[in-house]
């Protein structure tokens, strides 16, 4: 919006002249969402022709014209808070001014505004019970929106508070008499509305209970990589990632589960994740796959880690930590079920630099330093045994280091990693709070708005899909996420032809999305979470690596049949385009722009140790499998192994 600076002459009284022009319809006041459309109007009637111009008082306390602002409305698209006034004239020199309005823009959530809003009073923030101390302030507030705006009046235990008739009550210095309940009344020239009443106690100091921890939202990434291109398998990661998921979903935390990430897709993948951290969010990371520990940092391997295991091609954990907590998020949480073995310790360390304190952090590393994590296979189902008893008490609602003590105290009792495998706990929580906390959003809701959109975005699936065949047979086509880049595809056989027998139909992709979990003598544990007691789909079709899907995907169904008179085979084809459902509408497939790491010299590059392997004991079942890493030449170790600590080398990627 354009605008031209005017004197403050124009505005004084002294300037006025009013002549024959008499304003009939002064514009009002309003208070609505941000980018909602206003129209102001004035209505003024005069002996000749009239002429308009609106002008907006700006944010260096001086008056503009309104570009475009000519006629007797003015329509606005409202995105902060400004005052306007119109003034009108003629062409005998003669003008008058409006009153000034206020366009009052509330950056509240207006999910309940009715589609076809008349401007009635729509209350957005109710006033929140609260226990205070004597001599404490007292501050209640009700938001509402209206056109014309709403005037407020509050009232406790019934009665009339003459002075209160702003949309914040606020009461310096607490007394007993000021105990009771609170309630607003809103109104407009359309409509009167209450505010939910509103309890507030006032209690002597050292009756005040503690005060309830909340989250803004809860954010959840979990990455489980098993499929390795150029080291040994692991098994634990598909049910361990997809149970723990299931969980948190419990805890009302928004999940993005991912399997078989190479390092550019885990970078873009936590890029994203750290986009939908703000301040009082609780963010949560989960790890299981190969991992390592050098020079008192810890490395993620990616899927596509070449061998031998460098920082280069590997993803920092203390990179993670840090941003999650340059975010100001209320709860950071990082949990990884990997192995801690020091490797390449003839690297020269960098300079390491302290992070602030910021109080809100925890890292729960399944193994100790120098240690290996194990995963137990026990009959079909494997299991990492970090994860196995981190999953029996995640849901409990108290804080989450407690948790994760009782998860080190059942692991320290399990006699197939007595001696070898110890959870490690640290922590800088200054507030008791728990994945359990309730959610509460209010104020927050830009935030909230992205962390929707980008959450649906990754979790959308493809509706039920119904064809017809040529020869009168009906398949349905219905989808379901097994994690947020693994899909399946079910086909039904609704009604058959009147002249087709013995029906059957395959299901394929285009582009083909390659399987990498199931087959012989790969995890039968898998088809255990396929399908809900009951169901009996004629064909399904497994796509993976969503993540990878550059293009739409494209559902391919053949039917093959029997025709009743000639008895001949038949097979017919139809094909589905479903767009990119699920993760593949994120892009985690574009190239992440980093710095080019030194070369080692020749005499550093002899002395790296040997790759992670993982090694399968021969005593039988419910033996336990190591993502282990084993050192090169034992050195003295660089021992600093603070969680604060990050490579600044890294750091500036």
């Known amino acids: 919006m354009k605008r031209r600076k005017c004197t ?177 009344s809103v109104s407009n020239v359309l409509e009167e509305i209450w505010s939910e009443p509103a309890e507030v106690d006032v209690v002597e100091n050292d009756q005040l209970p503690l005060a309830e921890t909340k989250a803004v939202d809860k954010v959840a990434l979990l990455i489980g990589n098993l499929n390795y291109a150029y080291h040994p398998g692991l098994m634990a990661p598909v049910m361990d990632v997809h149970e723990l998921a299931n969980l948190l979903q419990q805890l009302k935390f928004r999940v993005v589960s991912l399997l078989d990430l190479t390092r550019v897709e885990m970078l873009a993948a936590l890029d994203t994740f750290f986009e939908l951290l703000n301040r009082g969010v609780y963010g949560l990371f989960y790890y299981a796959g190969h991992g390592y520990e050098c020079v008192g940092r810890n490395y993620l391997v990616p899927v596509d880690a070449p061998q031998p295991y460098r920082a280069e091609n590997c993803v920092c954990v203390q990179r993670i930590m840090l941003q999650m907590q340059e975010r100001h998020t209320a709860l950071n949480v990082v949990l990884l079920d990997t192995c801690r073995k020091w490797y390449n310790h003839q690297r020269i360390p960098s300079v390491i630099m302290s992070q602030r304190p910021k109080g809100n952090t925890v890292y729960g590393y399944g193994t100790c330093e120098d240690a290996e994590a194990f995963e137990v296979q026990d009959g079909g189902k494997s299991t990492g045994i970090f994860t196995k008893y981190l999953n029996k008490h995640i849901l409990q609602a108290e804080k989450v280091t407690h ?27 200054k507030e008791p709070r728990s994945l359990a906390d309730l959610v509460h959003t209010a104020g927050h809701t830009r935030e909230l708005h992205f962390r929707d959109f980008c959450w649906q975005q990754a979790n959308e699936l493809p509706g039920k899909n119904r064809l017809t065949f040529l020869c009168d047979v009906e398949v349905e086509l219905s989808f379901s996420a097994l994690f947020s880049n693994v899909m399946v595809v079910f086909g039904v056989i609704k009604t058959t032809g009147p002249k087709t027998d013995n029906c059957t139909i395959t299901l394929s992709s285009i582009p083909p999305m390659e399987e990498l979990y199931s087959g012989p003598g790969k995890f039968e544990e898998m088809d255990s979470i396929l399908f809900d007691e009951g169901a009996n789909p004629d064909c399904t079709l497994r796509v993976c690596g969503l993540q990878k899907l550059k293009e739409s995907l494209v559902i391919r169904m053949d039917l093959h049949y029997t ?91």
């Open 403 to 429: 948790v994760l003590e009782k998860v080190s105290e059942d692991l320290g009792r399990d006699p197939l990693v007595t001696g070898k495998q110890v959870v490690e706990i640290k922590h800088t929580l």
């Open 8 to 184: 403050n002459e124009w505005f004084h009284p002294r300037h006025m002249m009013f002549g024959d022009i008499v304003i009939e319809r002064q514009p009002v006041s309003v208070c609505v969402p941000v980018n909602f459309k206003v129209t102001l109007s004035v209505g003024a009637v005069a002996a000749g022709i009239l002429n308009y111009q609106w002008f907006i008082w700006g944010d260096d306390d001086d008056t503009y014209e309104v570009y475009g602002g000519t006629q007797a409305d003015l329509i606005i698209d409202a995105v902060k808070t400004h005052c306007y006034v119109c003034r009108v004239h003629d062409n005998f020199c003669n003008w008058v001014f409006s009153e000034w309005v206020k366009v009052k823009v509330l950056d509240i959530d207006a999910a309940g505004l009715p589609l076809q809003w008349q401007g009635e009073p729509h209350i957005a923030i109710n006033p929140k019970p609260q226990t205070v101390q004597l001599g404490e302030k007292i501050t209640l507030r009700c938001a509402a929106f209206g056109n014309p705006a709403p005037r407020y009046q509050w009232y406790r235990n019934g009665h009339l508070l003459l002075k209160n008739t702003t949309d914040t009550l606020q009461i310096e210095h607490a007394e007993a008499k000021h105990k009771g309940s609170y309630l607003c």
């Open 563 to 653: 025709h009743m008179e000639s008895r001949l085979r038949f097979t017919e084809s139809k094909q589905v385009d479903i767009g990119k459902p699920l993760v593949a509408s994120c892009k985690l497939y574009k190239t992440i722009q980093t710095t080019p790491h030194r070369k080692p010299d020749a005499a550093s590059a002899q002395n790296i140790g040997r790759i992670l392997r993982r090694k399968q004991t021969q005593a039988g079942l419910h033996q336990p499998f190591t993502r282990k890493a084993e050192c090169g030449a034992q050195v003295a170790p660089f021992t600093c192994n603070e969680p604060e600590e990050n490579d600044e080398n890294e750091l500036q990627d």
